[in-house]
């Protein structure tokens, strides 16, 4: 009975339990006494008193409760701190990727988009000489750099009564290489920064004049080193000269661009801007308005099977080219227009 | 009270005093039932208090701050009686009851119902106190209480029940010997 009354305390007793209970505390005195006792010691229990309590534990502590309070308090401001330093680090490196992205990225896309829709057809420039063919120019660069500077002077070198500049490839297809071959334009500018200081694989020769050689593995190419804005630079709008000549420059962005960044190429019939009877040809290009900066003027390459390939200034507008080919040396001297800055062909004879 | 949580969150020294304050009294009273003495209750109450301090940035104001404290002071009551390992026979407790009633002053101290209560209370070993006190103080519902205590509902009922028993049991006695008329 006991546990009955029990569970009529907690109220889990249920309706037949309660009944027998009742029933029972009707004929049985001690169990209606324990029931009345378990009421009253029920109701006391939910009411207990509180102790007397002499001194607080809360003042006896306060101080060290203080200490630690402090310390936290210092902690979380400092992790916060921390964390506000943290997001505006993760700012900053995304703000500077997203620089970097367009500089270099922003550069690609310009060149992609503003490359020439239409490209000449295979310009030639016929050697009188019978051994010309060991002077021919071939589309394929050994760098970014020459690669480039090979296209734009395929597209634009000026016409020779002696060379002759042949291209082994279309240009149209040299240009979609361009265009898809992004880690080589972007090697431009890297190659083109230590142009003409110092390049691997690259002996550079230079005279008291305005000119250095560059002697590549497999070509020979010829730099006037502009350094200040001149009207060879200035393409703004395309220069022409009496001979058809015009002048332009590549900058794949002029806002970012810096002189090590940029070359010139002369360009070859380029139509004129002020005429309007020709349409314009690839000035979809970003142009630098001024330019400063080496500029590629003329490049030959030695044969395939050529060796011993050496270079030599006789004066400072006039330089040798000799290389060995088929048990043979080859001399070549090439006199340099220091007006025009056109290159030609003087001598070529075999030993 | 939630504003002065907020505040004391924030760093307010003056907001945190106010609110230990207020809790204070209460976790001293649970924790005096719980342990059965005045001594290890202040400890335990302090304990308490520094673990509310410590923990306060963990409080979510998912239930209210006081039942926060209270389930950090129990936890507490808790750890320290199983650190003690203080289970006492029901014959000792009896003995220790009976023992009280010897002195003249022990039988005037124990002339009033409630104070004979807390002293049987207090007498009653962990076991039993333990899910009797969490049962009446916090309401906790036999579920929460073998939760709390990590025990089968079935023996945290058998314990609350023995409790009662055993208070009715040691009141009954003393009232025996007092003036021989019907508990309470």
């Known amino acids: 009975m006991q546990l009955l009354i029990q569970k009529k305390l907690d109220g889990t007793i249920d309706a037949l339990e309660q009944t027998i209970l009742e029933a029972h505390l009707l ?56 964390r506000m330093w943290l997001r505006r680090g993760v700012l900053a490196a995304l703000s500077a990727v997203a620089i970097v992205s367009l500089v270099f990225g922003g550069e690609r896309w310009l060149a992609f988009f503003h490359a020439p829709p239409s490209v000449p057809p295979e310009v030639s420039l016929q050697d009188t000489d019978e051994n010309a063919s060991h002077s021919k120019v071939t589309a394929s660069g050994e760098t970014a750099y020459s690669t480039f500077a ?5 597209q634009h070198s000026p016409t020779s009564d002696s060379d002759t500049l042949k291209h082994s490839a279309p240009l149209d297809s040299v240009e979609n290489k361009r265009a898809s071959d992004l880690s080589a334009s972007v090697s431009i500018h890297s190659d083109a920064s230590t142009v003409p200081s110092n390049t691997k694989g690259t002996s550079l020769f230079q005279t008291d004049g305005p000119y250095t050689l560059a002697l590549n593995k497999d070509s020979v190419q010829l730099f006037l080193m502009t350094d200040e804005p001149s009207s060879v630079a200035d393409t703004s709008t ?31 019939n380029e139509p004129s801007a002020n005429d309007p009877s020709i349409p ?22 030695f ?49 | 009270m939630e504003s002065l949580v907020r505040s004391a969150q924030d760093g307010d020294e003056a907001a945190l005093y106010t609110l230990l304050k207020r809790i204070e009294k209460k976790l001293y009273t649970k924790a005096f039932y719980m342990l059965g003495n005045a001594e290890d209750a202040f400890d335990i109450t302090q304990e308490a208090l520094l673990k509310i301090v ?12 006081e039942h926060w404290a209270y389930r950090i002071l129990i936890n507490t009551a808790i750890d320290h009686l199983r650190q003690k390992r203080t289970d006492v026979e029901l014959s000792t407790v009896e003995h220790r009851l009976t023992s009280a009633h010897d ?31 969490l049962r009446y103080q916090e309401a906790l519902s036999y579920e929460e209480i073998a939760a709390t205590l990590d025990l089968p509902m079935n023996t945290v009922k058998s314990h609350v029940f023995r409790a009662r028993t055993m208070l009715k049991k040691m009141l ?8 021989g008329g019907e508990m309470f």
């Open chain 2, 54 to 65: 410590r923990h306060l940035s963990l409080y979510r104001h998912e239930s209210s701050f």
């Open chain 1, 150 to 154: 090979q296209e734009d002077l395929r």
């Open chain 1, 27 to 82: 004929t049985c005195e001690q169990c209606r006494l324990d029931d009345r006792e378990y009421e009253k010691l029920h109701s006391m229990l939910k009411n207990l008193p509180e102790p007397q309590l002499d001194k607080t534990p809360l003042d006896a502590l306060w101080p060290e409760i203080q200490i630690i309070y402090r310390k936290q308090m210092n902690r979380a401001r400092k992790v916060a701190k921390r």
């Open chain 1, 280 to 301: 314009p040809q690839q000035d979809t290009a970003p142009r630098s308005p001024a330019y400063v900066g080496p500029t590629l003027l003329w490049e030959e390459r």
């Open chain 2, 103 to 133: 002195s003249v002053e022990s039988q005037v101290l124990f002339r009033e119902t409630v104070q004979e209560l807390v002293e049987a209370i207090s007498a009653l070993p962990d076991l039993y106190r333990i899910p009797l006190l």
């Open chain 2, 172 to 179: 009954g006695r003393q009232d025996e010997r007092g003036d």
């Open chain 1, 303 to 351: 044969p395939e099977t050529s060796t011993d390939h050496q270079l030599t200034w006789l004066d400072d507008q006039t330089f040798q080219v000799s290389y060995r080919l088929d048990g043979s040396t080859w001399i070549q001297i090439f006199t340099i227009d220091p007006v025009q800055h056109k290159v030609q062909k003087k001598v070529e004879k075999r030993q």
């Open chain 1, 238 to 268: 395309p220069a022409k000269d009496d001979r058809g000549f015009s002048i332009t420059s590549h900058d794949a962005d002029p806002a970012t661009s810096t002189s090590m960044s940029s070359f010139n190429v002369l360009s070859v």
